[in-house]
């Protein structure tokens, strides 16, 4: 059982839920091939969609979650022109803009005195509020997998960051437990969490403090990268001396 938590660390990314061909390509080409490799790939930021202004006290410029209802879809007939919908909540209205996205998708998410969700970057047009090709747009019934604190990851070409965010969430709630390799006294007086904990808390950033460098998570794997590099520094001297005393060496005269 121990053995199989260590190899889930070597396993090839193809294996994690979301990865498919064209991800993995993008992945291997940043040197990203195995769990480990995705794992170690930590965020660099952090989104807060759990601002959630009704609509006269938006913020042009921030992001922002609303709970709107759908009063008018908008589908011109003239290719260039994007898609708009409007809605509404008590307070205001706000245009939702969608550049290539086809009618029967946009229905299907936004229908008519639907109750929805919408998160993304607040603008100003036309004396309007709108929220172009949002980030999210969910029925209320998800709130919780909206209203939250997001890590942001480098990114993929071609692949949006709603994409690459849910590939880190099923990797990190496959994460095993893994025995401590350190003393009891170690973990307890640099006030460390385990491993497996360490790891999942800088993929769950709750602010942006959680990301720095000198917080506790981050020094303790920063901590076991260097301790695991010594490990392999000694074995390697070891197998050399092995080898050196096992050999005879003649000068050339």
Sequence with gaps: MIEKNFNFFFNPVSKVKGIGPKIKKLFNEKKIDTNIDLIFNFPYGLIDRTHCPKLNNLEIGKISTIFVKVKKHNFPRIRRLPNTVQCYDETGEINIVFFNSRENYIKEILPINGEVIISGKVNFYKNKYQITNPDYVTSTNN?????????????????????????????????????????????????????????????????????????????????????????IFAQIKKKLLMFIKNQKFFLPI
């Excluded at 709130?143 to 990190?172: C, Q």
């Design 143 to 231: 709130e919780e997998k909206v209203t939250k604190i997001m890590p942001t990851y480098a990114s993929l070409k071609g692949i949006s960051n709603k994409t690459v965010n849910k590939i880190y969430e099923n990797i990190i709630k496959d994460i095993p437990d893994v025995p401590e390799w350190h003393r009891d006294h170690i973990i307890k007086n640099n006030n460390w969490l385990s491993f497996k904990h360490s790891l999942v808390q800088l993929h769950n950033p709750k602010k942006i403090e959680d990301l720095d460098k000198n917080s506790l998570a981050y020094e303790r794997i920063s901590f076991d990268e260097i301790f695991s590099n010594l490990l």
